[in-house]
């Protein structure tokens, strides 16, 4: 209900904004006056004005919708002009994805994201491999046609109050979006251009973020990860916890090590990395929560789960439970350790192995489906 409420208020505002620019451009490049305008408005009857409002609402969700779809389009033609090949497009919470050479549609989502577009980097060296444009290229997109919807707009004649109102909002999303990527900053995870500055400054950062998209490539074809080249996922040196493409490498190793059933192994390199989740954005460090209980459990340490799993970490895993394998591989786990409910673990597990083909992240779901075997003894 909160969530529907805020995005109510959000397109809400939106409109109230594009309508303010839009009588703001009248203003600006035309002969009538802030006055003129207003007495103007004033002679709308209600029921034209509840239409307005009501277009407006429209005009600004498709602007809004078709900005992020532009975003991640220009991910992916600058991403195919840099060498990349294409892995998946995300609006929202569905992906398009290639598989056995037929394009699927299937359902996945990151909280704080509205779209992603992944992608297999080119075979160079690491030094060789371009970054800029790949990443740059949804913030050049969206402020390229919020310029190009500026220019319609000013060009044509007495436009529609709808397509004035559409005009406006595709300029206002562009460059709303195009600053939201293209200005450095974390809001639970890294932006564009977040992303482009720590690869540039830090040469650990770019092999791992080229490390993850090879991994992410080979999940969603269905390939666990205990069976991609080791090599990968080599690391020398320390680890930044507070950056996000350093961490997610070190959890991928940790993910080679329960794939191959090596859980006490990946329990105290966990541990150790638990340690640190202070310095993590949030969403990574509910995943190390989430991963840790896990291990606690199936490992019969039993030193972390009640403690760490509250009621934001029960939120969390029912947000992506549906989405994602490892959060019913965690609820399979919980039902059977902690709540010894064998009969509600093995439904958790039959509702996986039923609904396999349905998850973005092949290569994931095997491996928990594997593991939930091994819990049960099935192996």
Known sequence: MKSALKLLVTFGVGCLIGIVLVCAGIVSFTDMTWNELVQKLAKIEALEMVGIFAGSIVCTLVAFVLQIVLHEGG????????????????????????????????????AGTGGQCLMFPPDKPLEEIPVALYHWGGVIVNMSMALLAFAVWYVVEDPSPLLAQFLVMMCFAGVSLGLLNGIPFKRGITNDAANVRLMRKYPKSKKAMMVQLRVNAYIQEGIRIKDMPEEWLAWK???????????????????????????????????????????????????????????????????????????????????????????????????????????????????????????????????????????????
Request: proline share 1%; with cysteine; charged share 25%.
């Open 237 to 379: 040196g320390d680890i930044d916890y507070g950056e996000p493409m350093q961490l997610n490498v070190r959890l991928l190793q940790v993910g080679r090590l329960m794939d191959l059933g090596q859980m006490e192994e990946a329990y105290v390199a966990l541990e150790e990395i638990a340690r640190h989740r202070g310095e993590m954005i949030g969403l990574l460090a509910k995943e190390v929560v989430c991963e840790l209980i896990y291990l606690d459990l199936v490992t019969g340490h039993n030193q972390w789960a009640d403690m760490l799993y509250t009621k934001e970490i029960e939120l969390y895993v029912r947000q992506y439970s549906a989405l994602m394998s490892s959060k019913q591989r965690f609820l399979c786990a919980w039902a059977l350790y902690k709540e010894q409910d064998r009969e509600k673990a093995l439904a958790i597990y039959e509702n996986v192995v039923q609904k396999q083909t349905q998850y973005l992240l092949q290569g994931e779901v095997k491996m928990d489906i594997a593991m939930m075997e091994a819990m049960f003894h099935l192996v």
């Open 75 to 110: 991910h992916l033609l600058f991403g195919l002009l840099s060498g990349y090949r294409f892995v998946s497009f995300r609006i929202f919470n569905w992906t398009l994805i290639r598989q056995e050479g037929k394009f699927r549609l299937k359902r996945f989502g990151i």
